[in-house]
């Protein structure tokens, strides 16, 4: 199966990216995390994404706050799919990150997920990879039944709480 590569711009960035590689494990998906900048660190982020298809992976996950360059210098160097996590973080809380990471000029797709949406993150890299892989599909569509599950569970407690 193809990797999902992980990066982030900072250790600051780790609680919320935490949820994105628990939820790469519960669906068994291999991973790579790299704390790599595109401001800090720019030479060790353009070479993970140069080398990142010969590599085995088949998605990369960019989570970044404040001016968030991440994602979109990720996906100036490949041509894998780059989901961008904008962190919230600084003066802005998130907007900032949010606007830098989704406004990418035509040519180089950034798949941008909410702020601090790194589950919804996951979710999408493994979406892509079940593009081609059954068992995988078979997982997502199981995670969705268990949620819908969940849901109707709650709605039946409330109607029978306050519908009489
Ligand atoms: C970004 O700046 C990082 O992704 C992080 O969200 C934010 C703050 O980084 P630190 O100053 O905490 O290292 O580059």
Not at 38 to 61: D, K, M, S, Y
Not at 96 to 124: E, F, H, K, Q, R
Request: charged share 20%; proline share 4%; with cysteine.
């Amino acid at each position: 199966m193809k990797k999902v590569g992980i990066m982030m711009g900072s250790d600051s960035d780790l609680p919320v990216v935490k949820k994105a590689i628990d939820t790469l494990k519960d669906f068994e998906v291999p991973y790579e995390v790299h704390i790599y900048s595109a401001h800090r660190t720019p030479e060790q982020a353009r070479e993970f994404a140069v080398n990142a298809r010969a590599n085995n992976f088949g998605a990369i996950i960019c989570a970044a706050g404040m001016a968030a360059h991440l994602a979109g210098a990720i996906a100036a160097n490949t041509t894998l799919p780059v989901i961008g996590i904008p962190m919230r973080s600084g003066a802005l809380d998130g907007v900032d990150a949010l606007y830098s990471t989704v406004m990418m000029p035509s040519g180089i797709p950034v798949a941008t997920v909410a702020i601090d949406g790194a589950v919804n993150a996951a979710l999408l890299s493994i979406e892509m990879l079940a593009i081609t892989d059954e068992t995988l599909a078979k997982k997502l569509d199981d995670k969705r039944a268990a949620d819908t599950a969940k849901v109707l569970a709650k709605n039946a407690a409330a109607e029978a709480e306050f519908n009489h």
